[in-house]
Nanobody
Framework: QVQVMESGGGSVQAGGSLRLSCTAS????????????MGWFRQSPGKEREAVSC????????HYSDAVKGRFTMTRVNAENILYLEMNSLKPEDTGMYYC???????????????????WGRGTEVTVSS
């Protein structure tokens, strides 16, 4: 069973920073995940879950939503199946539950759609106050 867990959420003032961490476990021993992808999504009450950023398994291909481009940065640590999301210059609009997702789809990083994700974490809450 593949498990995904996020951490690092919290409450910050606008303009502050947070670093989220996503750890994935339960992968088949010796498996190759070159065609897989990972990503971050967020959701606020009453709104649809939206893409934040996605990355190919190798880390060489990334996609950032227009809302976070230039402010958020992902970093992959493949050996430990860890994905970080460095969030800078946070805005109140960034408030929401942040979810880490894994997809068995080589196109996941470019589409960055929640519909393509196969595994989800339970989320970590981010609150940005003005």
């Amino acid at each position: 069973q593949v498990q995904v867990m996020e951490s690092g959420g919290g409450s910050v003032q606008a303009g502050g920073s947070l670093r989220l961490s996503c750890t994935a476990s339960g992968f088949t021993w010796g498996s190759s995940f070159s065609d897989w992808g990972m990503g971050w999504f967020r959701q606020s009450p009453g709104k649809e879950r939206e893409a934040v950023s996605c990355i190919s398994w190798s880390g060489q291909n990334t996609h950032y939503s227009d809302a976070v481009k230039g402010r958020f940065t992902m970093t992959r640590v493949n050996a430990e199946n860890i994905l970080y999301l460095e969030m800078n210059s946070l805005k109140p609009e960034d408030t929401g539950m942040y979810y880490c997702a894994i997809a068995r789809d080589s196109r996941f990083w470019s589409r960055c759609s929640p519909q393509s994700a196969n595994y989800w974490g339970r989320g970590t809450e981010v609150t940005v106050s003005s």
